[in-house]
């Protein structure tokens, strides 16, 4: 598929109507659905309504912005007014949000044609997309492997070019781990530079919306549209956006010399040796660029699962409380009472890795474990986020890291390279590579920007 900008200019130059290239997307789903099942729905007369729309201001002679037009595909924990989301899960079968959420409201406003909402693992919680309540997930590259996951759907539907860019959520890698199996372009970005307002919550200080895309330009198109501040969410940051795209360097040494951090923690046990070869090759070709690369060490890097899953686990353990079928979602008639009602419909409703995190948490912050679990795991991350913030003091403007490891089940290790700062994935299916940056938190634009070159030198 084309990317957004060749889309815009065939556009503007009314080469091609955005009706036709909503329809084509539709054909490409119609033709791979059966195979990906990328989508739990597809918004076919919403996306031609809204294709209409484009075309009719292109004929009245307004301006359109560079996403009018684009087909996208949204993680189905978003909400989407008048439209179901289902968070992958059975009790949430029948939910049609009154309202939208921030991001999807942005897309609306910038003419973008939303055609349908993409798999996930249950509540965002699985890296296989195998924890969906409804259907499986097939990675397009390789139909017997997995996209990864929580978002796999959306990694599996960019990759198909079922559309040209899409939405996901990112915890705990849930952006970045599909975007290296599928082998497009995966981004996290700054924890509060997107609004979280209508995203599902699974764990609150840690999600973030983030955007799937084939090219890293694209990626930051996607994602100026959809950054900014959020006067709904309390913890979206006030800070201007730039025109992300057109701060991507066009050629590499033009953005001066670049210290980048090489985290020795990352190339540890375990690591595929096909995986770490290309990773030092494209280490080798950046000093041959100019750059200043340097060995680090993160000490307490290793603390960072077990940190997460008890952060996690316990977040999502009160966010989930909410299920309790009085208001919403699926509930189970057949009882006697209140309790008995709650107790059948969650028992029902939720899949096994979700009943899973939800004891977890609600053991990590029962009376006598909250000071010796949650709160431990809180003052473990913000030592962690120390040693993040003390090797970019030293004038290091990137850290690099190493893509998950190649076999064919991630461990719920893999989340140890997945959990720090501002992180973008670049992933090349074919040779089972990839690279992860991490960047200081609101250095997006430098992030983007040597992510297009280690994508060219890969």
């Given amino acids: 598929m084309a990317s957004i900008r060749e889309l815009h200019e065939q556009l503007v130059k009314k080469e091609r109507s955005a009706v036709e290239i909503t329809t084509e997307a539709l054909d490409r789903i119609q033709a791979v659905e059966s195979k990906v099942h990328a989508f739990l729905s597809i918004t076919t007369d919403q996306a031609l309504e809204t294709a209409k729309q484009v075309d009719a201001k292109i004929a009245a002679g307004e301006e359109i912005g560079l996403l009018a037009g684009i087909p996208i595909g949204i993680k189905d924990n978003m909400c989407t007014k008048g439209i179901p989301t289902t968070c992958g899960s059975r009790i949430l079968e029948n939910f049609v949000p009154p309202y939208e959420s921030t991001v999807t409201q942005k897309l609306k406003d910038a003419g973008a044609v939303m055609v349908g909402k993409t798999n996930l693992d249950e509540f965002a919680m699985g890296s296989s997309t195998e924890n969906s309540g409804y259907q499986l997930t097939a990675n397009p590259w390789d139909l017997s492997r997995v996209p990864g996951g929580s978002s796999g759907g959306s990694a599996a539907a960019v990759a198909a070019s079922e559309c040209t860019v899409a939405l996901g959520s990112d915890t705990g890698g849930s952006i970045r781990q599909p975007a290296s199996l599928c082998g497009v372009v995966g981004m996290k ?265 280690l994508l060219v030198l890969s």
């Fill in 189 to 453: 970005p700054t924890y509060g530079l997107v609004s979280r307002y209508g995203l599902v919550a699974y764990a609150s200080s840690l999600d973030q919306i983030g955007p799937f895309a084939n090219t890293v330009e694209d990626a930051a198109i996607l994602l100026g549209a959809i950054a900014g501040h959020d006067l709904k969410d309390s913890t979206s940051l006030k800070v201007e956006i730039p025109d992300y795209a057109k701060l991507i360097q066009p050629n590499f040494r033009a953005r001066g010399q670049l210290r980048i951090g090489i985290i020795q923690e990352t190339f540890g046990q375990g690591l595929d040796s096909v995986v770490e070869d290309a990773v030092k090759k494209a280490i080798e070709q950046l000093q041959e660029l100019g750059a200043q690369i340097e060995i680090i060490s993160c000490p307490r890097f290793r603390y960072g699962l077990p940190a997460y899953y008890i952060i996690a686990t316990s977040e999502a353990s009160a966010n989930l409380a909410r299920y309790d079928a009085v208001k919403y979602g699926v509930r189970e008639e057949e009882a006697d009472n209140l309790m008995k009602m709650y107790t059948k419909t969650r028992a029902a409703g939720f899949g096994t890795e979700v009943k899973r995190r939800i004891m977890l948490g609600t053991y990590a912050l029962s009376a006598g474990y909250y000071d010796a679990y949650y709160l431990k795991a809180q003052k473990v991350r913000t030592l962690i986020k120390e040693d993040f913030e003390t090797a970019f003091a030293k004038d290091r403007e990137t850290l690099l890291s190493l893509r998950l490891l190649n076999q064919d089940r991630e461990p719920y290790h893999r989340t140890r390279y997945n959990g720090a700062v501002v992180l973008l994935f670049v992933g090349c299916y074919a040779r089972n590579s990839g690279y992860q940056l991490h960047l200081e938190s609101q250095c997006t634009e430098h992030l983007l920007d040597l992510l297009k070159w």
